[in-house]
Nanobody, 113 residues
């Protein structure tokens, strides 16, 4: 079992920045993928993912968001710059290990215009 604890959400003005963090803990595990999703109106959509092979971003956040990972801490970060009102959403941390998906509870990001 893997537990995920997210932090770093909040309220920010358009053009501002926030940094999300997600720490994974639990029994021994080998994390294959870590990432962030957000709850779009109809379905959860990918924001960014990171694996040993590299990173992947949604087109809407390329050039503004950066995902990174601290393997020693089993923590994934999402640096969000030049935030826009349309980035307002609940952001969820995702971890894939041994073929299983785990999700955090979500953290609210609100961008005011």
């Amino acid at each position: 079992q893997v537990q995920l604890v997210e932090s770093g959400g909040g309220l920010v003005q358009a053009g501002g920045s926030l940094r999300l963090a997600c720490a994974a803990s639990g029994s021994s595990f080998n994390i294959n993928l870590m990432g962030w999703y957000r709850q779009a109106p109809t379905q959860r959509e990918l924001v960014a993912t990171i694996t040993s092979g590299g990173t992947n971003y949604a087109d809407s956040v390329k050039g503004r968001f950066t995902i990174s990972r601290d393997n020693a801490k089993n923590t994934v970060y999402l640096q969000m710059n030049n935030l826009k009102p349309e980035d307002t959403d609940v952001y969820y941390c995702n971890v894939v290990t041994f073929g299983k998906n785990y999700w955090g509870r979500g953290t609210q990001v609100t961008v005011s215009s």
